[in-house]
């Protein structure tokens, strides 16, 4: 019997990349004021990103249906397949929670992990399990695998502004003003499924700086997936960041996979921001 994994826009895998992983991609909604999308399918990141820039309030997402699920799970079984679904963190979206409420109708055919990551954090989780499905696990021994892998997964993203975390009331103008004059760029991680602040540096070289060295005191499993990303319509400050921590890809991989962050994250860390993900040694 054949696997077939399903995982949603939350994980930043975009629509043609998830055809060639072999794998079933569900969109969150994405809504500008009266305008609704479909992240990824008819709202590109490059789009999502000129959209976020011009609007004075900042977007809202809208979890996964448990229909959409149920819809794509009866497919794939349809077809003789087991059902793998990898989530957006539980602690971000109610979309773990609609996977779950469609996957109660079918048993032990279906398996639901709770990524308790975001972006990258998912991507490279994904990459794992299709490595695991290509090489003839089953559901269950996938499913078993991942939620142990997950916790050694680090994301790291360095922020180039504040502007967005203050739109958001995840701080306050006061110090989102204070940050602006001084240049902070803080770092933020996902930690038990939730983004939270790890650091905090002053100007885009010293972010580096700091990026660089959390990545360092985590230790990168060069013999799991990675990941590097950029938030925005240029990836400008991901090169230069890349330049800057040489030392830490030299001689350990030969290609550097570079993806965007979407709407999930995007809408709250904005433009400009550069993100690192990977398994923990």
Not at 26 to 33: A, C, I, M, R, S
Not at 65 to 87: H, K, Q, R, W
Not at 255 to 262: K, M, R
Request: charged content about 20%; aromatic content about 6%; hydrophobic content about 45%.
């Amino acid at each position: 019997m054949s696997l077939q994994i399903i995982v949603d826009s939350g994980s930043d895998i975009l629509p043609n990349e998830a055809k060639e992983l072999g794998i079933t991609h569900l969109p969150l909604k994405v809504v500008f004021g009266d305008d609704e999308f479909e992240d990824a399918v008819n709202l590109t990141h490059k789009d999502f990103y000129e959209k976020l820039i011009e609007s004075d309030t900042l977007p809202t997402t809208c979890q996964i249906t448990p229909a959409a699920y149920e819809a794509a799970i009866t497919s794939a079984i349809e077809a003789g397949n087991d059902v793998l679904i990898i989530t957006l963190s539980s602690k971000l979206s109610g979309t773990y929670q609609s996977a779950c409420i469609a996957a109660e109708n079918f048993g032990n055919r279906v398996e639901v992990v709770d990524s308790l990551n975001a972006t990258l954090g998912i991507r490279v989780l994904v990459q794992l399990a299709t490595a695991m499905r290509d090489e003839g696990k089953n559901i269950h021994e996938i499913a078993a695998v991942l939620n142990e892998e997950k916790k050694k997964i680090r994301l790291l993203a360095l922020l180039d502004t504040l502007e967005y975390l203050k739109k958001g009331g995840r701080i306050s103008k006061a110090v989102a003003f204070a940050g602006t004059m001084l240049s902070i760029k803080p770092v933020v991680t996902v930690a038990d499924g939730e983004v939270v602040l790890v650091g905090k540096a002053r100007g885009s070289r010293q972010g580096n700086n700091l990026l660089r060295e959390l990545v360092l005191q985590r230790g990168i499993d060069f013999s799991k997936p990675l990941c590097l990303a950029y938030s925005g319509l240029s990836d400008t400050l991901l090169q230069k960041y890349i330049e800057d921590s040489a030392d830490l890809w030299q001689h350990q991989t030969q290609n550097l996979p570079v993806a965007t962050v979407g709407c999930a994250i995007g809408t709250h860390v904005g433009p400009g921001a550069v993100a690192v993900a990977f398994f923990e040694k």
